[in-house]
């Protein structure tokens, strides 16, 4: 683990008191510093926590909201529940799967921008097919849209760079 990457950790535990107590928003703090959490922060987190590396794998691989994978900056949400599957969700999953070069096996871009993540349900059946981008709804979705989407997200991204 770096320097960096460990005295950002020791700072979440310190926030917490190291109470073991808090392992959920401790977790939730560290995947929020680096988009998913990390094996030898977990590692670090559980000795710090003087509970076993287990329980904390056990905690990150149960819950859905974490994620052990790398994930990319930018996460596309796409409902794939009964509503937005019988609007056509399917081509919106294509359409940004050929977008990104990504496929079901692969779900983050190798330059880390963006992830895809199909989902069961965003409670949003009334605006069917919908697509979460960074936290921001976009209801009745088509290939086309999504993949304007991406675009200006890719240009926003380009021009933050540039900055």
Same mark, same amino acid.
């Given at each position: 683990?770096? !320097?960096?990457?460990?005295?950002?950790?020791? %700072?979440?535990?310190?926030?917490?008191?190291?109470?073991?107590?808090? @392992?959920?928003? =401790? @977790?939730?703090?560290?995947?929020?510093?680096?988009?998913?959490?990390?094996?030898?922060?977990?590692?670090?987190?559980?000795?710090?926590?003087? =509970?076993?590396?287990? +329980? !904390?794998?056990?905690?990150?691989?149960?819950?859905?909201?974490?994620?052990?994978?790398?994930?990319?900056? $930018?996460? =596309? +949400?796409?409902?794939?529940?009964?509503?937005? $599957?019988?609007? +056509?969700?399917?081509?919106?999953?294509?359409?940004?799967?050929? /977008? @990104?070069?990504?496929?079901?096996?692969? $779900?983050?871009?190798?330059?880390?921008?963006?992830?895809?993540?199909?989902?069961?349900?965003?409670?949003?059946?009334?605006?069917?097919? !919908?697509?979460?981008?960074?936290?921001?709804? $976009?209801?009745?979705?088509?290939?086309?849209?999504?993949?304007?989407?991406?675009?200006? !997200?890719?240009? /926003?991204?380009?021009?933050? %760079?540039?900055?």
């Amino acid at each position: 683990m770096s !320097v960096e990457k460990l005295s950002d950790v020791i %700072a979440i535990l310190n926030e917490y008191d190291n109470n073991p107590s808090k @392992l959920i928003p =401790i @977790l939730q703090k560290v995947q929020h510093k680096y988009n998913y959490l990390p094996e030898d922060a977990m590692t670090f987190v559980a000795n710090s926590l003087g =509970i076993p590396p287990a +329980k !904390v794998f056990g905690v990150a691989t149960f819950f859905s909201h974490f994620s052990i994978t790398p994930k990319g900056k $930018h996460i =596309i +949400k796409i409902c794939d529940g009964t509503a937005c $599957h019988v609007k +056509k969700s399917e081509g919106i999953i294509n359409a940004v799967q050929n /977008k @990104l070069g990504l496929n079901a096996q692969k $779900h983050t871009t190798d330059d880390f921008n963006f992830t895809l993540e199909c989902v069961s349900c965003l409670g949003a059946c009334g605006i069917a097919p !919908v697509v979460v981008i960074d936290e921001e709804v $976009h209801p009745q979705m088509t290939p086309e849209k999504v993949t304007a989407l991406i675009d200006e !997200v890719a240009k /926003k991204e380009a021009q933050n %760079a540039g900055k």
